[in-house]
């Protein structure tokens, strides 16, 4: 081949993949869009002439309480003030259960003599129905951010816990024999080879865990609380509103996609490292 020509094919061919990967996500955010267009004119259509709208409400009728939430405010004051306070409540029972689900999963994972023992425990304490513990909670700390704060902790808890237990097992040997040899001690091991290579788990879990976090804070506020989105919602489905409800479930589904978007660019920048996978360009 002429070597200007190969030269022009080489410099060429990276523009081409990016054009191609620009088209292929125009392509998948067009189709998506008209999916969601198509669902919610149908959704309207059926309201309209074939099923009650009192019942199962419709698009329309959604989109004017957002209006009113937003503009206006809620029954319960500003709109503003109830999702910060789900989101103190839902990011502190992240916070919290993700570090102890991370702490306790790494040291159980790298303890075979603790894992043996507290193994029969931890599985006890997962098979407990944990929304149910929100009712328990409510008496405990009553009707204030403690009570939701715990149903979310708990719900974050086992989440992050199982990936970084497996995390920690799923350590190459070698390496660990190799920095051993070399010198490396328990806490220099941990920090340098058990915890970067549990990462990928641990970050994996915790995409998931975020929405955990947000059910437990909504179903605390549900069972009992004087202010949240939660408590919107109870008191939408009090007063027969379907379209409140609806309202409730769109503020909370935009909040888990925002948290979720910062936790992709987080794991993004920690994992730089990390060789593109080959499914990389499929993503859920």
């Known amino acids: 081949m002429n070597p200007v020509a190969k030269s022009t094919a080489d410099s060429a061919s990276p ?20 999916l969601v267009v198509a ?26 309480k957002l209006a009113d939430w937003f503009t206006v405010g809620t029954s319960q004051g500003s709109i503003w003030e109830q999702i910060v306070v789900t989101l103190q409540e ?13 702490v306790l999963g790494i040291l159980l994972g790298r ?25 328990l909670f409510v008496v405990w700390f009553g009707l204030g951010m403690s009570s939701k704060i715990a149903t979310a902790f708990v719900l974050v808890f086992f989440a992050v816990f199982f990936n970084a237990f497996q995390g920690a097992r799923e350590v190459d040997r070698n390496l660990i024999n190799n920095a051993r040899i070399l010198g490396a001690g328990r806490v220099q091991v941990l920090g340098t080879i058990v915890v970067p ?3 990928s788990w641990i970050l994996a879990s915790l995409h998931s865990a975020f929405g955990f976090a947000l059910i437990g804070a909504v179903v605390g506020e549900f069972t009992g609380a004087d202010r949240g989105l939660g408590l919107l919602i109870n008191h939408a489905q009090g007063t027969f509103d379907t379209a409140g ?25 920690l994992l730089k490292w990390r060789p593109p996978a080959a499914s990389a360009e499929v993503q859920i």
Do not use: Q
């Not at 523009?15 to 008209?34: C, G, M, Q, Y």
């Open 15 to 34: 523009v081409d993949a990016r054009t191609a990967h620009r088209r292929r996500k125009a392509k998948v955010w067009s189709i998506r869009l008209l």
């Open 197 to 199: 290579s549990a990462t």
């Open 111 to 135: 303890s075979r003599l603790l894992a043996d023992i507290c193994a029969p425990f931890i599985k006890a304490a997962n098979a407990v129905p944990r929304i149910v513990l929100a009712s």
């Open 39 to 64: 669902w919610l004119v149908s959704w309207e259509l059926t309201a309209t002439y074939l099923i009650d709208p009192f019942f199962y409400s419709k698009p329309s009728a959604v989109a004017a």
């Open 90 to 102: 839902a990011v502190a029972g992240f916070v919290l259960g993700a570090l102890a689900g991370v």
């Open 245 to 269: 409800i609806y309202a409730g479930m769109i503020v909370i589904t935009v909040i888990a996609l925002l948290a979720e978007w910062l936790l992709t660019l987080a794991e993004n920048r």
